[in-house]
């Protein structure tokens, strides 16, 4: 196969058919845009295993993404995507940068449902832009912007159904989209406790990649237990 792009977390190969791409998740766990980093064995089959529940949810429920079918444990099928180059944050409670920036402890409900975009640029630190910014750069039209926002908010609405069945949290997360066949935008890249805040309903005990980024240990335990409830 041949080898398109290695991400932190993911490696890209082109398909055997044309317009399509196999990604195949690695154990490797980063942290501040790749300074702490460490292989959690398993960590690709979870996250791969975890992603794939909340993409066929979401697409059962009418949500388009880039998903065509699982190969195995830790590779799927995909369309290929052009890629628009902002990260989606969507934040249902306090946590995180956004704590940190504006001075409100985690845990903090929010009177609305935050979106935000950040630039994808790994050697400028994902900074956060806004929606006038993007368009001046040529990123992504107002058009896309406002379909990647109404399609993150109805991805929370789901989302947070989901967990809340499996009795948890969904504390804000991280959203890419690409465009296919002509224009369409679809969901792509993965969701995962990679990607989520995601906390114990009862005892608010985080169950994401938090824990490894704060040193906090049970990494793996936290990503079996998402799959465990997400399963059960
Ligand atoms: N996030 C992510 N990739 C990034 C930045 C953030 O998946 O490059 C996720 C993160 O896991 C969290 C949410 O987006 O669920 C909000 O992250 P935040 O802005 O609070 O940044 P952090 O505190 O992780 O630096």
Redesign the pocket.
């Known amino acids: 196969m041949k080898m398109l792009y290695e991400g932190k977390s993911k490696i890209v190969y082109e398909g055997e058919e044309p317009n399509t791409c196999i990604i195949k998740y690695k154990d490797t766990a980063t942290a501040g845009n790749g300074v702490k980093k460490e292989d959690l064995p398993e960590k690709g089959k979870l996250n791969a295993a975890i992603s794939n529940i909340i993409f066929e949810y979401l697409m059962k429920n009418g949500v388009k993404t880039h998903l065509i079918k699982v190969l195995d444990e830790t590779s799927v099928l995909v369309k290929k995507a052009d890629i628009v180059m902002v ?1 989606v ?1 969507v ?1 249902n409670v306090a ?4 704590s940190k920036k504006y001075g409100v402890p985690e845990g903090t409900a929010l009177k609305n449902t935050v979106v935000e975009f950040s630039l994808k640029s790994d050697e400028l630190g ?1 900074p956060m832009i806004n929606d006038s910014q993007i368009t001046a750069l040529g990123v992504a039209t107002q058009e896309e912007l406002d379909l990647l926002k109404s399609m993150s908010l109805r991805v929370d609405e789901l989302m947070t159904e989901l967990f809340a069945k499996a009795g948890i949290r969904l ?4 959203l890419e989209f690409g465009r296919v066949d002509g224009g369409e935008i679809v969901l792509c890249d993965e969701i995962s406790p ?4 995601l906390w114990d309903a009862k005892t608010n005990e985080k169950m ?2 938090d824990r490894f ?1 704060r040193d906090m240990g049970g990494v793996m335990e936290g990503y079996k237990d998402v799959l465990a409830r997400l399963t059960k």
Not at 95 to 98: I, L, R, V
Not at 171 to 174: A, Q, V, W
């Open positions: 990260e944050i934040r946590a995180g940068s956004f994902d504390i804000d997360f991280k990679d990607s989520c805040r994401d990649k980024r």
